[in-house]
């Protein structure tokens, strides 16, 4: 049963201050770059927007609005990446992100999910990867004389796009490896991190999937699990504890592992590198909605007062910094910021791909545009999906790299 | 009404089929009712986003046509910018969003209503100018904070409200027609609203504006002021806890505490006449702490531990001096006059809070946090006369608020008003703001009874302490009281609108 | 002539003259009128001068209430003795109403003061042409003003229109005014005056905006030099000493302290005047070389009214003038077109500017015998010069006499809709007809 009801509260509570729409005061710069939701930004009504959402998420519960006529293509339209709540939750208490998933459990339990998430679910319940592929061929880019170490308390956990970027997962192991971390990987056993079920609002099959993985990991041992993927490590900080007990388990970017590598100096890098001056793309995932959800089943009394006291995610505790520290530790890189940085970064669109092509291809544009405008030759980003979308050919096109491999080929030789 | 096909059909062929809409699910993202409102709204027939004047005076013809009404509106944060009843279709200004034009030597920036405080106030400042942005946040459009609500803001004291900085405007009229004010009436640029001879300017805002009755201002022109501080504006950290900082030596903010508002009263005209400081405001607590909270919960534990009473009658002042010895200057005098008027400088932790936000200073920013406690809250009175007029009607506050507030009515904060003195202390404008748990549906009668008591005891001892507002029932009620005002007011919107249909409230 | 002494008085006037059709001009200064707002041959007039009451002078709020009778010559020493100043034009004559000189939005002599251009006017009592008496703003009520407790100062509403703005600029023709409401500010304890001068008015007008937008002096106004000699010149002789020996330009400036340590705020200020004069290549000096005793004449006119028998303005006999706003980009152009003004007698030019520097009015005054025949060719030339003027971006936002064709001409729909506005109000078209649009 979806739980829309519990977000009644955040429904009622919204005045229309546009928080969710705008650049925060503080990061201001200019006329330019000042919208942080592009879904508002494209299309233009309210509708389109955080706060629009959670009225229709209030109308769907008061059972005023049914669906098939346009809701669900708007509902999934919504790239879900959080601005509108990070930026809510800077000046209140409400859970906009949280009430549009719910709202897309609402939408699923209805039975409009849109066709090609239903296949895309599909491919993950069947195959467990998003692509459809053969779970045989997950690791088939490994090199025949590949070791891991068997005992390892730690897993790099490559995810589904090492089908199509085999050479994240290469360099994630390269790094490790000459960080001297022991690790090993689960192969056969790694099946999809869930993420195209936990927020699509397909629960059942999330909750199911997500129990599953977390048995993997306390049957293989598991303590800590490392993945290069922004979406998996988002994953698995803001979705899984919605589903499973991960007490005992922590997750790690690898922008995190190397960056403490860098600073201990157990990783050596190359000299003499040509000029680049990049611009660095927060991915949603990675950056503002990585902080672990906490579950909290309460009261929320009169005057906001919640009890028991509610760990609330906003947006402050992502990671942010070590992507920019290992890029500033990369001889003859010159880091250039965008506008819409940090937690207020622009998202890139591809979540939006599939429902609205469209509105995807113009914020994936936008978003190189303000790359471009920051000076940048290139955007790098440590997300295979902000690789599709930003790395395409597209308008305002730009050179994409991938963090993870660039901080791999400028390694000394490994020890 | 139901807005007809043939009247849909003509409407899509102005702005396009992608911008127009009467889908129940886009209609909703404007129609849900907001906390602080106790009824729903109706829901408009359809949403328009035109693109242009011409767009929007085409759109003002077929609704004369049709008799169908329209409301323009840009963030929607207003009751007033949504439908009050059937045949209403919204208008969506949000895709006019150009700067015009930012005129350094003459010293204004020309905007289209879409264009956001967090888009001008950043580009005028690189060009070492800023203006009065009011406290709406953000998102909150500049054309409508000139021209249309209050545009009251917190940093009036060494400036003036918006209404001074209006500068000469477009406008489509009611029937459709464009029609242009001041100096661009007479063919001579934006600087001027007044003239030739009596201004048109007169039916553009008078202490509130109009929300679209008497027109829709299409573009708009607002002088901008020297900049008190630096170009670029130096952030750290991240939501919620970033920073913003001036330069310490030419910047400082200080927090007094007082007992009595009398005192306070004293201090702002003792500071306005010595043409110090750049923002002298009688704070109101409630906010205040929860500006310093970062949840509900840490609001409660603040305020319950010592900062409602530690910050009572807090009198914010801000310094942005043009040097050092300016600053020091003015620093002697402001602590002179507190001295003398009994004001106790708060805790630098507490005082440490404006420091570190000094974007509060530009844009007002995160000013939404009042909303906090779950959005039902009010603004009331918003009148403005003389700093000591204003501050008697603030006294008389406790004559009657905690009636209300010791029977759980309204939130426990009987002090909670805020003053702000105008042109270094020749008016000032107070606010009352009240707050209410608005998940209890009985409390919206106690809003009610405290909204009206406030308005029967001002009116009882003759303060004026509230204005009459636009076209709405409050101008009936309260225009017979004050120069008969509500005749004129209807017999300009009869001239101007004879069929009724721009955003009636009556 | 009419002389009402109050506001029911005044309603009856009009009452009766709606009834009769009788057309209404309004006068409250004495003589001599210099825009010929009293010229409408079909007219009663209504003469304000017994509607001279000091009504309120208010220490604690800075503000004065006046009724129109009330003339500069009464009111600056009553404000002076409470330890305040107006904020008034730059040597206006004594006879001058008070109220009206705020009302025709005549340019005053401290820009930083001003906020916008109905500033230092703030409320009003008025009756319109249906004979119904209004206030404005926060002396709209709640109740009479015997009943009000406010001190009746915010000049805007009541409600979503801003009234003060149809009686502002308004030459009488939307309503008569029975009292005003003007700011005051306090008098300081300490002030400097320096003197710039210039060989152009552009050197000079951008210095002013300078100044202006960081709120430096308190008193700024830039004289011709024909302006300059005039207005302080006491005999024919001294006006040609000072002809002789002044600058084309001279800008006149003052730097203040108050109650609180006067000395280091003049000391503060000067060193920023000075900076900035410093940086346009400009020298602000307080007495001005071979011209002995003139610093403290200026001190003394400088925001006092002209007491002599003859007002300054009216020394030669006649006098005509044409006065427009310009904003700082705009400015040296008009001026520079008024500076080759091909006329009779002999002409000035004063530029005051206005709203914290933010716009100048730019008054060209010529100065002749006072024969008709004279005054029929100034007032050709002003004429063409108006034409070339309005051509390179003048804005009469005053528009006496002819200059009203060019001043509407450029958008007929917001003209029409003005005069709407005017139905409203003075529904039988008595009050001033014929002027302006109307």
């Not at chain 1, 940048?376 to 902000?386: N, T």
């Not at chain 2, 905007?111 to 998102?139: I, M």
């Not at chain 2, 702490?289 to 807090?314: H, Q, V």
């Not at chain 3, 005053?398 to 060019?406: D, V, W």
């Amino acid at each position: 049963m979806a739980n829309l009801a519990d977000f009644k509260y955040t429904m009622e509570s919204c005045n229309h201050c546009g928080q969710c729409k705008w650049i925060l005061p503080a990061r201001m710069k200019g006329w330019d770059f000042a919208s942080v939701c592009p879904l508002h930004e494209f299309h233009g009504f309210d509708a389109y927007s955080g706060q629009g959402l959670i009225q229709i998420a209030k109308e769907r519960l008061d059972g005023k609005l049914e669906y098939g006529d346009g809701i669900e293509t708007l509902l999934y339209a919504c790239p879900a990446c959080g601005a509108c709540d990070i930026n809510c939750k800077s000046v209140r208490d409400m859970e906009v992100l949280d009430t549009i998933y719910a709202l897309r459990e609402d939408c699923v339990e209805a039975g409009y999910l849109p066709e090609p998430l239903r296949r895309t679910a599909a491919n993950v319940e069947e195959t467990h990867n998003i692509y459809g592929k053969p779970h045989s061929e997950r690791f088939a880019w490994l090199p025949p004389d590949f070791r891991d170490d068997p005992e390892a308390d730690t897993a790099l956990f490559v995810g589904c796009s090492a089908y199509r970027y085999p050479d994240i997962a290469l360099a994630a192991i390269r790094i490790l490896r000459a960080g001297g971390v022991k690790f090993k990987l689960l192969r056969e056993d790694e099946w999809c991190c869930g993420a195209p079920l936990w927020r699509t609002g397909q629960r059942e099959a999330a909750e199911k999937l997500i129990r599953r993985n977390v048995d993997t990991f306390r049957r293989h041992g598991i303590q800590t699990v490392i993945t290069a993927c922004a979406e998996c490590f988002g994953s698995f900080r803001g979705g899984y504890p919605r589903y499973a007990d991960t007490e005992g388990l922590e997750f790690k970017h690898i922008t995190q592992v190397a960056a403490e590598l860098l600073s201990r100096g157990q990783l050596r890098l190359r000299e003499g590198d040509e000029p680049l001056r990049v611009t660095y793309h927060d991915p949603c995932m990675l950056g503002r909605l990585s902080e672990k959800y906490v579950p909290w089943d309460g009261e929320i009394r009169p005057y906001g007062l919640h009890v028991p006291e509610k760990v609330w995610r906003r947006g402050e505790h992502g990671v942010y910094e070590e992507p920019r520290e290992i890029l500033r530790a990369l001889e003859g890189v010159e880091l250039c910021e965008m506008t819409r940085n940090l937690e207020e970064a622009l998202c890139c669109g591809a979540a939006a791909r599939d429902v609205d092509p469209e509105f995807a291809a113009w914020t994936a544009a936008e978003r190189r545009r303000e790359a471009k405008a920051a000076g940048a030759q290139a955007i790098v980003s440590c997300c295979p999906f902000c690789r599709d979308a930003l790395g395409s050919d597209g308008e305002n096109a730009l050179p994409y790299l991938d963090l993870t491999v660039l901080l791999a080929e400028r390694l000394k030789e490994e020890a | 009404m139901a807005l007809s096909a043939q009247a849909y059909r003509e409407l899509a062929a102005i702005v396009g089929e992608r911008y127009i809409s009467s889908k129940q699910h886009i209609l909703a993202g404007n129609r849900v009712r907001t906390p602080e409102i106790p009824f729903d709204y109706h829901s408009a027939d359809a949403i328009l986003l035109p693109g242009s004047t011409e767009e929007v005076a085409a759109i003002v013809k077929v609704c004369n046509k049709y008799g169908i009404c329209f409301v323009p509106f840009i963030s929607g944060t207003l009751p007033d910018a949504y439908a009050n009843r059937a045949g209403t279709v919204l208008i969506h200004l949000k895709r006019m969003n150009r700067i015009l034009e930012i005129n350094e030597e003459d010293r204004y920036a020309v905007v289209e209503p879409g264009v956001r405080h967090v888009q001008l106030y950043p580009e005028v400042r690189k060009r070492g100018l800023s203006y009065t942005a009011a406290s709406v946040g953000p998102g909150g459009s500049v054309l409508a904070n000139f021209t249309s609500t209050s545009g009251d803001h917190h940093t009036q004291y060494g400036s003036s409200r918006s209404n001074r900085y209006l500068l000469a405007v477009e406008m489509v009229t009611p029937e459709g027609e464009i029609i242009r004010t001041g100096s661009l009436q007479g063919g001579c640029g934006w600087f001027c609203p007044d003239g030739p001879g009596p201004s048109l300017r007169s039916i553009i805002k008078g202490y509130f504006g109009s929300h679209g009755q008497l027109g829709i201002i299409t573009k708009a022109a607002v002088a901008l002021d020297a900049c008190k501080g630096p170009a670029e504006i130096r952030t750290e950290g991240v939501s919620p806890h970033h920073r913003v900082y001036f330069d310490s030596d030419l910047s400082r903010v200080y927090v007094f505490n007082y007992d009595n508002i009398q005192n306070v009263c004293q201090a702002m005209l003792a500071l306005g006449e010595a043409e110090v400081c750049s923002t002298v405001q009688k704070y109101f607590y409630l906010p205040l702490t929860l500006l310093m909270s970062d949840s509900a919960n840490d609001f409660w534990k603040k305020w319950t531990s010592g900062y409602k009473e530690a910050m009572s009658m807090p009198l914010v002042v801000h310094i942005a001096a043009q040097s050092v010895r300016d600053r020091e200057y003015e620093e002697k005098i402001l602590f002179d006059v507190v001295r003398e008027t009994g004001g106790k400088r708060l805790p630098e932790e507490l005082e440490n809070w404006w420091t570190e936000h000094m974007d509060y200073f530009m844009v007002v920013s995160r000013l939404q946090s009042v909303l906090r406690l779950g959005g039902g809250w009010m603004p009331i009175k918003l009148g403005a006369d003389s700093v000591q007029h204003i501050c008697d009607v603030g006294e008389s506050i406790e004559e009657y608020i905690y009636e209300f507030t010791e029977t759980g009515k309204i939130f426990d904060a009987p002090e909670n008003y805020q003053i702000i003195p105008m042109e270094y202390g020749h008016f000032a404008h107070i606010e009352l703001l009240f707050m209410w748990d608005r998940t209890n549906p009985a409390a919206m009668k106690g809003v009610g009874e405290f909204r009206a008591r406030s308005r029967e005891e001002d009116l009882r001892r003759h303060f004026h302490a509230e204005d009459v507002g636009c076209l709405n029932p409050t101008l009936l009620q309260l225009g017979p009281l004050y120069s008969n005002c509500h005749i004129w007011m209807q017999k300009i919107k009869e001239s101007f609108d004879p069929n009724n249909v721009a955003n009636p409230m009556l | 002539m009419l002389y009402p002494e109050n506001t029911r008085q005044l309603e009856a006037i009009i009452q009766k003259a709606r009834e009769t059709k009788t057309p209404l001009v309004a006068v409250s200064s004495r003589g001599p009128h210099l825009h010929g707002a009293s010229e409408n041959p079909n007219a009663e007039t209504v003469d304000f001068s017994r509607m001279n009451r000091i009504i309120k002078i208010d220490r604690r709020s800075r503000y004065v209430r006046v009724e129109p009778g009330v003339t500069f010559d009464m009111l600056i020493p009553e404000v002076r003795a409470a330890g305040m100043r107006l904020n008034i034009p730059f040597l206006p004559r004594a006879g001058k109403s008070v109220v009206a000189s705020a009302l025709e939005r005549e340019a005053v002599l401290i820009p930083k003061y001003q906020y916008d251009y109905t500033d230092p006017l703030l409320t009003v009592e008025a009756v319109f042409g249906t004979g119904d008496a209004f206030r404005t703003g926060s002396a709209a009520g709640p109740g009479t003003p015997a009943e009000t407790r406010a001190d009746m100062v915010v000049p805007w509403g009541p409600g979503c229109i801003d009234y003060l703005r149809f009686f502002s600029g308004a030459q009488g023709t939307m309503g008569f005014v029975t009292w005003a409401t003007l700011k005051t500010e306090v008098l300081p304890a300490l002030t400097k005056l320096y003197f710039v001068q210039a060989e152009s008015a552009e050197k000079l007008t951008r210095l002013a905006s300078i100044l202006l937008k960081r709120r430096i002096p308190d008193e700024c106004v830039i004289l011709s030099r024909a302006d300059f000699a005039g207005a302080f010149a006491v005999s024919a002789e001294e006006e040609e000493k000072l002809l002789k020996a002044l600058e084309p330009w001279t800008m006149i400036c003052r730097v203040s302290g108050f109650d609180r340590y006067p000395e280091e705020r003049v000391s503060i200020y000067e060193g920023y005047l000075k900076d900035e004069c410093a940086q346009a290549g400009l020298e602000a000096v307080t007495e001005l070389g071979g011209l002995p005793g003139l610093a403290e004449k200026v001190e003394a006119m400088l925001g006092e009214c002209d007491r002599r028998e003859t007002y300054w303005k009216m020394r030669r006999g006649g006098v005509r003038q044409i006065d427009m706003l310009a904003p700082p980009s705009r400015a040296p152009r008009l001026i520079e077109i008024l500076e080759n003004l091909r006329c009779p007698g002999d002409f000035g030019i004063t530029v005051q500017p206005q709203v914290q520097g933010r716009a100048f009015r730019i008054e060209c005054s010529v100065y002749f015998s006072g024969a008709p025949e004279e005054a029929g060719q100034v007032d050709k030339a002003l004429e063409d010069a108006a034409r070339e003027l309005y051509e390179a971006g003048a804005y009469f936002d005053r528009p006496y006499g002819s200059l009203s064709k060019l001043a509407y001409a450029a958008d007929p729909v917001s003209t029409e809709a003005m005069r709407k506005l005017k139905k409203i109000f003075d529904p039988d078209n008595i009050l001033n007809p014929g002027k302006l649009c109307f």
